[in-house]
C-alpha cells in the first residue's frame, strides 16, 4: 500500500512501499525524503490523521515516584523468627508464683556469676552489705561490754537480716534472669556506659506498646568488654507496673555480660534475636532524642497504625 510522505515544500507524496526506510526525491523541490517505515498494524479499524504534527522526539512520561515504604513493611522484609530460641526450662510453680504467673516470649535463661555480677552491681547492693557488716561489727563490740549483751545482739540479728535480705534479693534477680524476657541491646555511648534496649511492654492485651530504655552499664568490666560504640548486647529483664492497662509500665534490663563469664551463654542469647528485632531497635532509636541520656522513650507508636 502507498507510503504519506510530506515534503517541506508542502507537497504531499504517496511513494511505494518498496520505498520504506528509502531515500526520495521530492518531484517539486528536488529535496531528498526519507520514506518511513510501514507499521504492521493489529488491529482491524484504525483512524488515520492526515494533517498529524511530526516531532523528532517524544518525551517520556516521568516514572512515577516510588511510595515510601512503611514501618510495618520495613520490618516485614526481615526473619521474625531467629535462627535459635531460648532453651530456658519450662517455668516450676514457685517461679509462677513469683513473676505474678506471666510467662516471658523469650526467657534469658542466663545463669547469674553472683561474685561475678556483685562485682559489677550497682552501689546499692554494696552499700546493704557494708551497712550489714557494720551492723555485726558493732554487735561483736557490744559483747566486750560487761552490760552489752542485749544490744550487741540487737545489732548482730539486724546485721544478720539486712545480709539476709540482700541474700533473698539476689535469690530473686537469679530466677529472673533466668525466666526474665531476653531483649536486644546497642552501646549507644561507650565513654558514659549507656545501653539502650528495646521492648514491648504489651503483657497480653495484644496491643504493641513499644519502649527503648537506656541505661548505664560498667561496660569496662563486662565478659567480652571494653564495650564500643554501636556493639550488639544481650539483656534480660523483669517488668513492673499495673497490668490492668494492657501493658507494663517499665522493665529493668541487664546486659548479660555483666552477669556472667561464660561466653557461650552470651552467644546463646544473642542468637535469639532476629534481624527484624536488631532493625526494629535502630528504627527506634531514630526516635530518641540525643545526646543520649538515661530513661525511657515511647516509640514506633505509628507501627500499629499502618
Not at 500500500?1 to 520505498?19: H, Q, R, W
Not at 525524503?33 to 483512524?47: A, G, H, K, Q, T
Not at 559483747?143 to 544490744?151: A, L, V
Not at 535502630?282 to 538515661?294: A, H, R
Amino acid at each position: 500500500m502507498p507510503i504519506s510522505v510530506s515534503c517541506k515544500c508542502g507537497k504531499k507524496l504517496n511513494a511505494p512501499d518498496t520505498l520504506a526506510g528509502k531515500k526520495a526525491k521530492c518531484p517539486a523541490c528536488s529535496a531528498m525524503l526519507v520514506v518511513p517505515e510501514v507499521l504492521e498494524l493489529i488491529e482491524d479499524e484504525i483512524e488515520f490523521i492526515d494533517e498529524a504534527e511530526l516531532v523528532d522526539e517524544v518525551p517520556l512520561p516521568k516514572a512515577r515516584a516510588a511510595r515510601p515504604k512503611t514501618k510495618a513493611e520495613k520490618f516485614a522484609e526481615y526473619d521474625a523468627e531467629p535462627e535459635s530460641r531460648s532453651d530456658a526450662p519450662e517455668q516450676t510453680e514457685y517461679d509462677r508464683k513469683l513473676s505474678g504467673d506471666t510467662h516471658a516470649s523469650n526467657p534469658g535463661n542466663v545463669k547469674v556469676d553472683v561474685l561475678f555480677a556483685f562485682m559489677n552491681s550497682p552501689t546499692g547492693t554494696l552499700v546493704m552489705v557494708a551497712i550489714a557488716l557494720v551492723l555485726l561489727a558493732l554487735g561483736a563490740w557490744n559483747f566486750t561490754k560487761p552490760d552489752g549483751g542485749k544490744t550487741g545482739s540487737g545489732f548482730v540479728g539486724v546485721g544478720i537480716g539486712t545480709l539476709l535480705i540482700c541474700a533473698y534479693g539476689w535469690h530473686l534477680f537469679s530466677r529472673t534472669m533466668i525466666y526474665g524476657c531476653a531483649n536486644p541491646g546497642v552501646v549507644v555511648d561507650a565513654d558514659k556506659g549507656l545501653v539502650a534496649v528495646i521492648t514491648d511492654l504489651d503483657c497480653g492485651a495484644g496491643e504493641e506498646h513499644w519502649v527503648i530504655k537506656i541505661g548505664k552499664y560498667p561496660l569496662s568490666k563486662m565478659t567480652g568488654g571494653p564495650g564500643e560504640d554501636g556493639m550488639r548486647l544481650g539483656t534480660v529483664a523483669g517488668y513492673a507496673g499495673d497490668a490492668s492497662k494492657g501493658h507494663w509500665d517499665t522493665f529493668e534490663p541487664y546486659v548479660v555480660n555483666c552477669l556472667t563469664r561464660d561466653k557461650k551463654r552470651i552467644k546463646k542469647v544473642l542468637a535469639t534475636f532476629s534481624a527484624r528485632d536488631w532493625v526494629m531497635l535502630n528504627e527506634g532509636l531514630k526516635e530518641v532524642p540525643t545526646p543520649y541520656k538515661t530513661g525511657q522513650w515511647r516509640v514506633l507508636e505509628d507501627l500499629g497504625a499502618e
